[in-house]
């Protein structure tokens, strides 16, 4: 079975010079969603039907569907991208992929790449109805409140399809029609590609519609079926940014929910993020006003205080995350306190029972068990060992103009208020450095080294 994903439109209605499948919901573009999806079904191929942005569009669906056969193996589909180069409809986007379809065999599943919360289930029943009644195309339909702009679904009185209309060329009576059509279909590809032959652009919009294919099939003789699926919500596309929002409410509270019944405090929903791939253990408590971001992981008990962000941080268990911190890419071990006004990035690695504490930023990092850097401090590309105790004012001279050097500070050291290590230095262990000092030569372990080097060398220029 293969699939195809149309994203070749701009999606007029979202205002913007992004292609909409490009819009992001809960991180993560629209399309890659919808592409998730589909790997459930396990296709052999995934045909990206491409216009608007078509290399940024082929470069998120190659970078996703690389993230994705990690948690799914068995879908490791070939990639094709079929440009469209003029968007007439969806019709005329499946018509571009004519002769890549053309001799494939078994069904072929189509959705719009504008429908993020698609679940792989639902495209896993449209497809088993579609073999078990034998059709040659499955349309799945929703049930809407208020149907407006949707194509509707006009069916006989024996409920078999009369035919879909779009919004612009209903009369009166089709609008009051409740039943739409949501973009997503199984197709037998010999049946569909001699349906497309004969469609026209004989409508309000003049465009090619993929919705017309249906009908023209029955009248092949060909058997078509319609699947009515629960959830709209589930099923429809995005076309305005408010609609995204609304979407983006949904994800959230579905997420925050899941989260609360496994075991998870969160003090206030309402003001809480958290994308859906974090991970949080039993008894974390999260105050209001947190992002949680990306594939962070919280362990068991860990609290994170107000106005926090994470993201992709593995934190263990125990852990207090003050106010105000900004985490990313990192690593915290069980028992640690950050922050408040923490800034931990790129590669810092904090230690069991470490404590980093307000304005100090830590980049590639190391810091050992129990170590200690309170205050206003800079540690970037250092590795400290356990039970190290930074004065407010450290800094860490990583970067001459050139390179960045390494500092180390190993087990036990004491660097006085406001050193400056210029690196690559290093502190032996049991070392204590004076107040104001600036250490450029590697200080042996437990000495004390005090004093400000800073001489003249030359003119620079
Ligand atoms: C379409 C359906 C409508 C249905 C609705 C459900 C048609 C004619 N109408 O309308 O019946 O109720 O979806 O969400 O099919 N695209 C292309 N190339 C094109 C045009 C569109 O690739 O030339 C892609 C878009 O990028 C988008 C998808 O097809 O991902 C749907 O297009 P959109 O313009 O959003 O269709 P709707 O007007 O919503
Ligand atoms: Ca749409």
């Known amino acids: 079975m293969d699939v195809m994903i149309l994203a070749a439109g701009l999606g007029t209605r979202m205002k913007s010079r992004r292609a909409k499948v490009l819009h992001e919901l809960a991180g993560r573009p629209l399309i890659a969603h919808v592409l998730r999806a589909t790997f459930k079904l396990a296709p052999e191929a995934v045909f990206t039907v491409v216009g608007h942005q078509a290399d940024e569009?082929?470069?998120?669906?190659?970078d996703y569907a690389a993230e994705f056969v990690e948690f799914d193996p068995k879908a490791s589909p070939e990639l094709q991208f079929v440009q469209q180069t003029e968007q007439?409809?969806?019709?005329?986007?499946?018509?571009a992929a004519r002769d890549r379809i053309?001799?494939?065999?078994?069904?072929?599943?189509?959705?719009?790449?504008?429908?993020?919360?698609?679940?792989?289930?639902?495209?896993?029943?449209?497809?088993?109805?579609?073999?078990?009644?034998?059709?040659?195309?499955?349309?799945l339909t929703v049930v809407m409140d208020d149907p407006t702009g949707y194509g509707r679904i006009i069916r006989n009185k024996d409920n078999s399809l009369l035919r879909c209309v779009e919004q612009k060329d209903a009369s009166p009576e089709e609008l009051l029609v409740r039943e739409v059509g949501v973009s997503i279909y199984c197709f037998?590809?010999?049946?569909?590609?001699?349906?497309?032959?004969?469609?026209?652009?004989?409508?309000?919009?003049?465009?090619?519609?993929?919705?017309?294919?249906?009908?023209?099939?029955?009248?092949?003789?060909?058997?078509?079926?319609?699947?009515?699926?629960?959830?709209?919500?589930?099923?429809?596309?995005?076309?305005t940014r408010i609609e995204l929002a609304d979407l983006e409410r949904k994800v959230r509270d579905k997420k925050l929910r899941e989260l609360m019944l496994s075991g998870v405090t969160i003090?206030?929903?309402?003001?809480?993020?958290?994308?859906?791939?974090?991970?949080?253990?039993?008894?974390?408590?999260?105050?209001?006003?947190?992002?949680?971001?990306?594939?962070?992981?919280?362990?068991?008990?860990?609290?994170?205080?107000?106005?926090?962000?994470?993201r992709n941080v593995v934190v263990g268990e125990g852990v207090v995350i003050r106010n105000s911190c900004v985490i990313e890419d990192s690593t915290i071990r069980d028992g640690a306190t950050i922050g408040p006004f923490a800034r931990l990035r790129a590669g810092a690695e904090i230690g069991e029972k470490a404590g980093i504490g307000n304005f100090v930023e830590v980049k590639k990092s190391k810091i050992g068990r129990g170590t200690k850097a309170s205050h206003l401090t800079y540690l970037g590309d250092a590795r400290l060992g356990e039970r190290v105790n930074i004065g407010a004012?450290?800094?860490?001279?990583?970067?001459?103009?050139?390179?960045?050097?390494?500092?180390?500070?190993?087990?036990?050291?004491?660097?006085?208020?406001?050193?400056?290590?210029?690196?690559p230095v290093k502190v032996g262990r049991g070392s204590v450095t004076g107040a104001g000092s600036v250490v450029?030569?590697?200080?042996?372990?437990?000495?004390?080294?005090?004093?400000?080097?800073?001489?003249?060398k030359k003119k620079l220029r």
Not at 110 to 138: F, M, Q, W, Y
Not at 398 to 414: A, F, Q
Not at 442 to 455: K, N, Y
């Open 188 to 239: 037998e590809v010999a049946f569909l590609l001699a349906a497309l032959d004969r469609l026209t652009t004989d409508n309000a919009q003049g465009e090619y519609y993929l919705t017309d294919v249906p009908r023209i099939m029955q009248q092949q003789g060909k058997k078509v079926g319609l699947l009515c699926h629960s959830s709209a919500e589930e099923v429809l596309g995005v076309n």
């Open 57 to 62: 569009v082929e470069r998120v669906v190659r």
């Open 102 to 139: 053309a001799n494939r065999p078994g069904p072929l599943v189509i959705v719009a790449g504008d429908a993020p919360l698609i679940e792989g289930a639902t495209l896993g029943h449209l497809v088993e109805s579609h073999r078990a009644e034998k059709n040659d195309a499955t349309m």
């Open 88 to 95: 007439k409809g969806t019709g005329h986007a499946v018509m």
């Open 267 to 310: 003090i206030d929903p309402a003001t809480t993020y958290i994308q859906p791939d974090v991970q949080i253990a039993q008894d974390a408590v999260v105050h209001p006003q947190v992002i949680i971001e990306g594939s962070s992981r919280i362990g068991t008990g860990t609290i994170v205080h107000s106005w926090t962000r994470l």
């Open 393 to 423: 004012g450290t800094v860490t001279c990583n970067y001459d103009g050139v390179r960045k050097n390494e500092t180390v500070i190993e087990d036990d050291v004491k660097i006085g208020s406001d050193t400056m290590l210029v690196a």
């Open 440 to 456: 450029t030569k590697d200080v042996p372990p437990d000495s004390l080294a005090v004093g400000v080097p800073a001489v003249i």
